[in-house]
Structure formats: C-alpha cells, structure tokens
C-alpha cells in the first residue's frame, strides 16, 4: 500500500509560483503513474496533470496547460508539480494520487491511494 504526503502549499498572489510535493512511502513507487488533482470549494475534485512511471510522458488539463509542470524523482520517490502565473481560479485543494493498474482515464476513478492534501489560495 502506497502512502501519499503533499506538501508546499501556501498564498501567493497572482501571477506567483509555487511548487508542490507529493512523498511517497514504498519501495514500489517508481512502477506506477501519478497525478495531481485539485479541488476548489463547493465543486468536484478535477484531473490536473499526470506522469508516467518513467517521467518520459505527461498530460495536463487545458486550464494548466503551459503554467504548471508535473515531474518526478523515483530516487526520492517524489512526484512535483511546479505551479507558474498562478491565478485566482488555481485556488483549491491539490491532492496527488497513484494511478491504478492498467486505467487511462483522467478521472477520480482510475487513481487511487490519495494524499490528505495541500491548500493552494491564489489571491487577485
């Protein structure tokens, strides 16, 4: 069983950076793909970015897409997702989870294992 640990999150003002962190108990880490998901008050948690269990391959939504950037170090078993001109609507809570065996999807159903969390607040 695989254990999550987000960290890094915080207020930043618009236009800002942040950087998350997803720790990952196990020594299996490097055989799954990871994700981030986020999920803002009063609204459903949705599919941010992934990664292959190699690093060579990601996939963002189009609200990201060229702002963020998922990486990861198996060495550290760590999953990254490096957050640039950050806006008001990037304000939610980020989680990162493992992907399950053999889904494709970009959705909650096919990830697994998630973390508690990480709140991002981007202020205007």
């Known amino acids: 069983q695989v254990q999550l640990v987000e960290s890094g999150g915080g207020l930043v003002q618009a236009g800002g950076s942040l950087r998350l962190s997803c720790a990952a108990s196990?020594?299996?880490?490097?055989?799954?793909?990871m994700g981030w998901f986020r999920q803002a008050p009063g609204k459903e948690r949705e599919f941010v970015a992934t990664?292959?269990?190699?690093?060579?391959?990601?996939y963002y939504a189009d609200s990201v897409k060229g702002r963020f950037t998922i990486s990861r170090d198996n060495a550290r078993n760590t999953v990254y997702l490096q957050m640039n001109s950050l806006k008001p609507e990037d304000t939610a809570v980020y989680y990162c989870?493992?992907?399950?065996?053999?889904?494709?999807?970009?959705?909650?159903?096919?990830?697994?294992?998630w973390g508690q969390g990480t709140q991002v607040t981007v202020s205007s």
């Open positions: 196990g020594r299996i880490f490097s055989s799954f793909a």
């Open positions: 989870a493992k992907r399950a065996p053999g889904t494709y999807r970009y959705t909650e159903s096919d990830f697994g294992s």
């Open positions: 990664i292959n269990w190699s690093g060579s391959s990601t």
